[in-house]
């Protein structure tokens, strides 16, 4: 686990990150400009960064609610089994939604979410990944807004973590085990 040597590599800068969710934010503003309060579901752990950064540069009334959902553990692989281990706290049936994610991978957590979401009948859904890794995909999936396609490596910091080591990172680095 956490225990291996690595070294991190900045794959993604802080000031690439904050130029993206400008770009993003347009987009979503124009999606959502008829919306009376814009639900943002934030997927625990790993996207907290990113929705804070996305949330203050949306000009939208909005409100904010978490949803803790598990495939990994502390490991590097996905269990592909994926557990709510938080839901919401407001009911979303007739809102607008914008689910944000940190990284969709094999696709199955998006996948899970979202149908959970939609059996709540939210007016719109919408659903928005900081990364994606469309080589990796096991479940058709994809975000209705991506901030950066990557490759097949094991990525670290804005949020996203190894062994719950990392997050702090102000940009996106690729984990190099030495």
Not at 81 to 99: F, N, P, Q, T, Y
Not at 165 to 176: A, D, H, T
């Amino acid at each position: 686990m956490t225990d291996r040597r690595y070294v991190i590599d900045e794959l993604i800068s802080a000031k690439s990150i904050a130029a993206r969710i400008e770009a993003i934010c347009h987009e979503i503003r124009e999606e959502f400009a008829d919306t009376d309060k814009l639900v943002v579901v934030g997927l625990l752990r790993g996207s907290f960064v990113f929705i804070a950064d996305l949330v203050r540069e949306l000009d939208l009334p909005l409100e904010v609610d978490f949803l803790e959902a598990s495939s990994y553990g502390d490991g590097m692989e996905s269990s592909r089994e994926v557990r709510i281990l938080k839901d919401l706290r407001g009911a979303i049936e007739g809102r607008d939604v914008l689910l944000v994610e940190d990284i969709v991978d094999t696709g199955h957590t998006l996948h899970h979410v979202t149908k959970l979401l939609e059996s709540r009948n939210p007016a719109r859904l919408r659903t928005i990944a900081l990364l994606d890794k469309p080589s990796r995909r096991e479940v058709e999936m994809k975000a209705d807004w991506t901030g950066f396609e990557i490759p097949d490596e094991f990525v670290v910091g804005y949020g996203i973590d190894y062994g719950q080591r990392n997050r702090n990172l102000p940009f996106i680095g690729k984990v190099r085990f030495t």
